[in-house]
């Protein structure tokens, strides 16, 4: 027994710690697995267990790693890891300690995009109803696009086909690279700035790649908050950018940017050619419409001869005078007879309220006499009424006064204070009254009633006899 080694628990995990570090280098390694039991601390630390078919292993990603990761890590997701192994002594679990993780199988690029697009998706960037209208006329447009490239080669040749006389501007910047989207918002600053009628953001196909500066955030928001109109006319029909989602119109390519926002000259020509057929038409219309006026004052006879015009208002006038006054004589008759109407009117009303008034004074004289004596009437009716209750209510109380006297007879002569003056008594308990020994205990006292007050007694014995005859000891 001496010969054996005996060491402690945290010594093991030590020296298996210490071999793990020395032995195990996993930094040039990347370990594929599945996320389960996410969980994402406060403090910022990411637990979880990676695992496969066959196994699994806790892992712990502390939050100054967590901070570089370009992705949302979820539940279930298929990643690669580098990590180094190391024991956790506090509970002898051997752990992978992550310093680096990107996707596993699906691209990290694209999975960046997808939740770029949901997180700014979610907060209204691309909302249609923020989105601005397009302008009636289109005078002087800026273009965003590489200075050197085939973009603004299709912008510059469509616009000469279809509206040569539209302005162009050019704002270069770079349509690929990491400072790509840099310089994209600062042009598209510069020009939202100057008042355009319309900005065209272009470029041609390419990678998905290539065209992820046309995904970055801050441009996205950039155009979200531009005042001028904002075309997107990036890569090809397929390709589908955050910066055509939040364009005020998004072009499949550069070439359709530049025929949105440009009318065709030959279309607009035989426009003006049928606006022109029809106005000579109207005015061809108008023409003949005046020719036919100018013909009736022509032949109007007052316009031949503008005297016969006057003599025809003065004739006019002159009846006009004269209706005039035989109206005016009318209306003087018509004043006569209104006011010997109103005379006859006068009298009328004076004779008819005279009458109307004594007949209602009359009528008055017979309603108080009415009265009068249907008052006497109702007096009489009420003493009589009055003397019958009060004879009623007498008799009812002397009724009462008799029952009264009769039942406090007979309660005095039930009373049990009148069998007491009798000769006999009451044995009570605590005020219930004893009828019979088994009521009653050795030691009790017990309260007897008689004539002239109460006897308090301690029973001493009960005594139970056959017949009705008991008797209880007391002292």
């Known amino acids: 027994m001496t010969d054996e080694m005996v060491v402690s628990v945290s010594h093991v995990l030590l020296r298996i710690k210490t071999t793990l570090e020395q032995q195990l280098n996993l930094h040039d390694v990347w370990i594929s697995g599945e996320v389960s039991n996410l969980t994402k601390h406060r403090s910022g630390h990411y ?68 939740q770029r697009k ?7 960037y691309f909302d249609p109803t923020h989105k601005k209208t397009k302008p009636d006329v289109i005078e002087h447009i800026a273009i965003i696009t590489a200075k050197e490239g085939a973009a603004i080669q299709d912008v510059i040749t469509t616009v000469r086909k279809r509206w040569p006389m539209l302005k162009m501007t050019l704002y270069p910047a770079l349509v690929q690279g990491q400072k790509a989207a840099e310089t994209i918002v600062a042009r598209l600053k510069q020009a939202d700035a100057k008042g355009y009628d319309a900005i065209l953001v272009v470029r041609g196909g390419g990678s998905f790649e290539d065209l992820f500066c046309f995904n970055d955030e801050e441009l996205v928001k950039t155009i979200y908050h531009c005042q001028t109109y ?70 109007n006879r007052y316009l031949s001869d503008p005297n016969t015009w006057i003599i025809d208002k ?7 005078e004269q209706a005039l006054s035989q109206t005016k004589e009318k209306i003087t008759g018509f004043d006569s007879d209104i006011h010997h109407y109103q005379q006859s009117l ?38 009589h009424a009055k003397e019958r209750t009060q004879d009623a209510l007498k008799h009812y109380i002397e009724n009462q006064q008799k029952h009264l006297i009769k039942n406090v007879s007979l309660l005095d002569a ?9 000769g006999y008594s009451i044995t009570m308990e605590d005020g219930q009254v004893i009828h019979s020994i088994h009521q009653v205990q050795n030691g009790k006292v017990i309260q007897t009633q008689v004539k002239d ?3 308090l007694s301690m029973v001493t014995e009960c005594q139970e006899e056959s017949h009705a005859n008991k008797k209880t000891e007391i002292s």
């Open 118 to 124: 949901k997180r700014l998706e979610a907060q209204g």
């Open 230 to 299: 904002i075309v997107s006319g990036v890569g090809h029909e397929v390709d589908t950018t955050l910066c055509d989602l939040v364009a005020d119109h998004r072009s499949v390519t550069p070439t359709a940017a530049a025929q949105w926002v440009t009318p065709d000259q030959k279309e607009v020509l035989a426009r003006l050619e049928q606006m022109q057929a029809t106005l000579n038409f109207q005015m061809h219309q108008h023409l003949q419409s005046a020719k036919k006026q100018l013909y009736t004052y022509q032949s």
């Open 346 to 383: 006068q009298q009328a009303m004076g004779a008819k309220i005279r009458k109307e008034t004594q007949l209602c004074t009359t009528y008055f004289q017979q309603l108080m006499q009415a009265g009068k004596i249907y008052t006497q009437k109702q007096t009489q009716d009420l003493n």
């Open 47 to 114: 637990y979880f267990s990676l695992k496969d078919e066959r196994g699994a292993m806790s892992c712990v990603m502390f939050a100054s790693y967590v901070k570089h990761l370009r992705f949302d890590l979820e539940e279930g997701m298929k990643v690669l890891v580098k990590a180094s192994a190391n024991v956790y002594p506090q509970r002898g679990s051997l752990q992978l300690y992550v310093t680096s993780m990107r996707p596993d199988g699906l691209g990290a690029l694209f999975l960046e995009l997808e």
């Open 314 to 320: 003065r004739l006019r006038l002159d009846n006009l």
């Open 453 to 455: 007050g109460t006897i």
């Open 414 to 422: 039930y009373s049990p204070l009148k069998v007491i003056e009798r």
